[in-house]
């Protein structure tokens, strides 16, 4: 554990929205300069929503100095060097843009943008900010499981050989009830997609990465089982219960994605994004076969990584459960001794680490957002393929 110094120069954050993801960035931004050692000190300056109660009641229960209502004053002030953007696809581009117009570094959550035009957009003006020593961040936040980074520590050293077949699946259930409530992640015009975009997109930003392949052609399928849900409710977490007998309105999202994908490096793949996996939590599984090995992965237990070496002799072939938890694995030594375990809020925490540290070497941090540019162009490519029933094959 390092101790927090305030000789640091500070690295004062806005952020925008206070809701599940403004929680978990908000512990990350807490607790990285108290386990890692930073160039800079992150200083929760201020948080930002649109309902002055809530958002003072935001700030006072994750630890930020002020609370605001006003996104665009809030970018331009001089007291804030970073923006990170936790709200609904919609404000992404809008908010990016002007953060990055008035000098600030920006972190973005996932997917980037509600549109490729947007992410083209706002990929444009974070490169031309580089110039102005300005950086932008998307939050692909699974690239920082410490198993997920040794798998690509693993693929890099050659050791699955050459990549034949990428399979993965995010799988959650928490709208798998036809009577949870409508929220914005359920209306295309504020969330973009369904799944597919909220967390399909991990998926495929995670398999391009640790496979260092991208994804040239797709091939998709969506599907939405409950096409109305009840307008009133008790929202919890990211469900709720709903009001059956009240009035409903329309879902216009994926329940559930599929699709089929080559990639450059010659591997094919298969990609599934679900809500209605009934108990499937948050399932991210991801299994990749080389030449010469295999490697399996699991969020549900996410401190696990299955490596299958195949170039052992066959009668000590078997898949080794390696446990993430060393010294030596990345991130992990700057937590607990050796065996005790990571959580989801550490891949936040992660982050905000390798963010902070990229901005105070002057680098580029990743993924940057033409690597997100590069998930959206694969999500809308998905949904052009699914609404061309041309290719439909009966049977
Ligand atoms: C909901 O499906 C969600 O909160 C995603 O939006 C996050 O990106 C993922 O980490 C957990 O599930």
Redesign the pocket.
Known sequence: MTTPTTSLAPLRVAMIGSA??GAAHSHAWRSAHRFFDLPRLPVMQVVVGRNEARTQQAADQLGWAEASTDWRAVVEREDVDLVDICTPGDTHHDIALAALAAGKHVLCE?PLANSVAEAEEMTAAADAAVARGVYAMCGF??RRVPALSLARELVAEGRLGTIRQVRAQYL?D?LADADVPLTW?MDKSLAGSGALG??GA?VIDATQWITGQSITGVSGLLETFVTSRPVAGQASG?GGVGDATGERGPVTVDDAALFTARFDGGAIGSFEAT?FALGRK?AIRIEINGTDGSLAFDFEDMNVLNFYDGTQPSRLQGFTRIYVTEPDHPYVGAWWPPGHGLGYEHGFTHQVVDLVRAIGAGEQPQPGFADALAVQRVLDAVERSAADRSTWTGV
């Open positions: 599940f993801m996932k936040t699974y959650q928490w992640r909220d967390t991990h990211l809500r948050n």
